[in-house]
């Protein structure tokens, strides 16, 4: 089997080595399941001009619109070499930008087992590429004070020594950095964005706090240091999912000014493209502007049928909060995608229903809509 790659693939590979490398191993895993003898395969793997994440099949030769594009093809190739034997033309590309996957952590007797396995999160990128899902969002802190917020769970400030999470050790915390950093990395080798979702910066009102420390004067100045070093260890963090409202734990009174001058600052001092997601269930006035003016880029979501997984198709009517309000005005500044939930409705429905799937697709590019994001089948076990 060769490898011959263009002299553009070659001199972008470093930074996307990863998805192609994953795409070449499925491949050769196809080969070898059929027991074909790899001398009689040749092909080859470019980038052409293709569409972003397109990819194109001819003999012996596999192109991409992209690296993402790239792996694409290749594993259409194995999946030809699998069921046939032998490769057909073939070309394709994703039907919306954004194909993401949500999970919550809420318990961490539940979590443990898998969220530590390394192996876990391999096999679990592995499959989402194979699926064409290309962001994967880990949301820490929905509607529990468990990890609210989580940075005390991953590292310790010494300009903030009051604030930590107790009965934590020094190695517990590094080996929550640890797994945050490998999953990012796993993610991105997989072509995968990973977002990290901090929807919590304190615990909500009448919940007990599980971190101490924090008060009203120090919360932002730690959140913004905090936000800081965990994007700094983790480069493959690609994009911020912020809940804004008053489930953030953060006051209407000081929403804007909090996530304005800590949070959106933390995100424009990264030190590289990070894209800042906000919420827009219960947007306090003004944060879409102070979002826009932060000089970040800016992706904006809303529920697609409320909490539920519903029709397969925007609702005509409900309430304007569990919808798109006027998100979808044009012209628009941001990115917009949508939410599809699964709070139970999957466990007396079918859910990954083709036809489902065939029905919402369409409906997901809405007013220039981006894509999805949806929460698969115990995407939140431990909560309760």
């Known amino acids: 089997m060769w490898w ?3 002299a553009l693939l070659a001199a972008t590979l470093a930074a996307w080595a990863g998805p192609v490398e994953f795409g070449w191993a499925q491949f050769q895993q196809a080969v070898r399941e059929r027991e074909l003898d790899p001398r009689r395969i040749r092909l080859r793997a470019e980038l052409d001009a293709g569409p972003p994440e397109s990819f194109r099949i001819t003999p012996g030769l596999v192109t991409g619109g992209d690296l993402r594009g790239l ?8 999946e030809q070499i699998r069921e ?49 899902f290309n962001r994967f969002n880990l949301v820490f802190a929905h509607q529990t004070n468990y990890l609210a917020p989580p940075y005390p769970f991953w590292l310790a400030l010494e300009e903030f020594p009051a604030v930590r999470a107790p009965g934590l050790t020094a190695l517990e915390r590094q080996r929550n950095l640890e797994m945050l950093r490998f999953i990012s990395e796993t993610a991105a080798e997989h072509g995968i964005d990973f977002t990290l979702g901090v929807w919590e ?10 971190i101490v420390g924090l008060t009203r004067e120090n919360i932002g100045p730690y ?19 912020v809940r804004t409202n008053a489930e953030s734990g953060i006051p209407p009174e000081q929403q804007v000014p909090f996530y304005r ?26 944060m879409i502007e102070a979002a826009r003016n932060s000089g970040v880029p800016l992706r904006v979501s809303a529920k697609y049928w409320a909490e539920h997984l519903g029709r397969p ?3 005509a009517e409900t309430f304007p909060n569990y919808s798109y309000l006027n998100l979808l005005e044009k012209p628009r500044s941001y990115e917009f995608f949508w939410e599809v939930w699964g709070l139970g409705s999957h466990r007396i429905l079918l859910w990954g229903d083709p036809e489902y799937v065939r029905r919402a697709v369409p ?10 994001e949806i929460d698969p089948p115990l995407a939140q076990k431990g909560f309760g």
């Not at 954004?98 to 192996?119: A, K, M, P, T, V």
């Not at 905090?226 to 690609?238: D, E, F, S, T, Y």
């Open 201 to 210: 910066h304190n615990v909500q009102r009448g919940m007990t706090p599980t």
């Open 71 to 78: 792996m694409y093809g290749l594993l259409e190739a194995a």
């Open 261 to 286: 001058d800590y949070v959106f600052r933390a995100v424009r001092e990264a030190g590289r493209r990070l894209v800042l997601d906000l919420r827009a269930w219960s947007l306090a006035s003004g």
């Open 4 to 6: 011959r790659t263009s």
């Open 84 to 132: 046939a034997g032998r490769l057909r033309a073939a070309q394709g590309r994703p039907a919306t930008p954004i194909r993401g996957i949500r999970w919550f952590l809420h318990n961490r007797d539940l979590e443990g087992d898998w969220y530590y396995s390394r192996q876990y999160w391999q096999d679990f990128f592995a499959l989402l590429a194979r699926c064409r």
């Open 313 to 315: 198709y925007q609702p």
């Open 223 to 241: 959140s913004y240091a905090a936000l800081r070093k965990v994007l700094a260890a983790c480069p493959a963090i690609r994009s911020l999912q």
């Open 363 to 372: 409906t997901f590019a809405l007013s220039g809509s981006a894509g999805f």
